[in-house]
């Protein structure tokens, strides 16, 4: 169900700024469709937040602006390999230009139309195909993709989720071990880290009780009539919230003192650990006894293709990993899919990093088991850049 008849990009925007990212979405239009490779364009779909009208906003001095990035993907049909080569350079430099002249950050990515129906099941294509916004070419042409209904996908594509959004929060946690977040004017990246770590936190506890749904307004509305186990639902909420309003912009940027950012950054770690617990223990039909029972290869994360060639396959990732690192994972670990190996090792970096979940951590990602945290933190981030 495509929003393309919707009229709006924002959730509640004021009418200069709707006016205001229509004309964006122009300029993206016709500096695409003037590209050499415009003959193979099936569409050009605007993603995200303005796909689905729930976009951000915020003022700038009296003016309305848009606040989140700009998502597109570009469909295209009869492209050979070199072909896609350049088209996605092309695209990377449209980006670069407009996301200069926007803002805001713009990004392309290139979908084959032919391969549409044999894209991998996943939250982001099934959240794709149930809403979007066709800004030039065929309204209909991301029907084919064969992706579930978000309702329909194994809880192991939430548990992925999840671990894209936690090494937002290592990535946080970083910043804190240097004082960063402290010292710099500007902590916006560092609250879009703790807002996406908290959204993740409800999204998987929506997942677990098999209530998510792709639409914010919706997921908040579905969070607060959610069945809740134990206590700190009140405080849970009310961070939920605070991160829904930095996710569209009604946050106004400011300094964080000091202090704040070590608090806010506990409080998201803790909100993530539990509901990551209460997602896994609904993919696995128990509980987790600790994150460093969790970290065992024993425990499957539900990562990785089932062909019989993916062992294989996952060894030598785990033998290119490991040449600036003196060791490979242990035998059970490399055969895994290397995101296995970095959800091992996630929750016990969050929680603590004291030496003995250090070396579980160093355990799971390959790496010396003396290893500091920074040391572990650095390794873990290498490799979810590579591989997630």
Request: proline share 6%.
């Amino acid at each position: 169900m495509p929003c393309s008849d919707s009229g709006r990009y924002t959730l509640g925007g004021p009418p200069d700024v709707e006016l205001r990212i229509a004309r964006d979405q122009q300029r993206v239009v016709d500096e695409v469709t003037a590209l050499p490779q415009a003959d193979r364009l099936v569409a050009l779909v605007l993603a995200g937040g303005y796909g689905r009208a729930e976009g951000g906003f915020r003022y700038a001095g009296s003016t309305a602006v848009p606040y989140n990035d700009y998502d597109y993907f570009v469909v295209v049909r009869d492209c050979g390999a070199r072909d896609l080569r350049r088209l996605r350079r092309a695209l990377h430099g449209i980006g670069e230009r407009l996301g200069g002249e926007f803002g805001l950050e713009v990004d392309f990515a290139v979908l084959a139309a032919e391969r549409l129906a044999r894209l991998p099941a996943c939250l982001m294509y099934s959240e794709l195909k149930w809403q979007h916004r066709v800004l030039a070419g065929d309204p209909r042409a991301l029907e084919s993709i064969a992706s579930p209904p978000v309702d329909e996908l194994p809880l192991a594509e939430f548990s992925r989720m999840m671990l894209n959004r936690g090494a937002l929060l290592l990535m946080n946690g970083q910043q804190l071990a240097g004082g960063a977040a402290v010292r710099t004017r500007s902590c916006e990246r560092f609250l879009r880290y703790f807002s996406k770590g908290l959204l993740a936190a409800g999204d998987a506890r929506l997942a677990a009780a098999g209530r998510y749904h792709p639409s914010v307004d919706e997921r908040g509305r579905r969070l607060r009539s959610l069945e809740w186990s134990g206590s700190g639902r009140e405080r849970f909420m009310e961070l939920y919230d605070f991160a829904v309003r930095i996710k569209l912009g009604g946050e106004p940027a400011r300094v964080l003192q000091p202090g704040e950012p070590q608090r806010l950054h506990r409080l998201a770690v803790h909100e993530w650990l539990e509901a990551y617990r209460v997602l896994e223990t609904a993919r696995l039909g128990c509980a987790p006894d600790t994150w460093q029972t969790y970290a065992s290869a024993g425990v499957a994360k539900g990562q990785g293709a089932g062909r019989w060639w993916s062992p294989l396959h996952h060894l030598a990732l785990a033998m290119a990993a490991a040449v600036a690192r003196v060791r490979l994972p242990d035998p059970g670990r490399a055969l895994l899919h290397p995101r296995e190996r970095l959800m091992s090792a996630l929750p016990l970096l969050l929680e603590s990093g004291v030496p003995a979940q250090n070396r579980l951590a160093a355990e799971a990602l390959g790496v010396p088991i003396d290893a500091a945290w920074p040391t572990l933190a650095d390794c873990f981030l290498q490799d979810w850049r590579r591989y997630c």
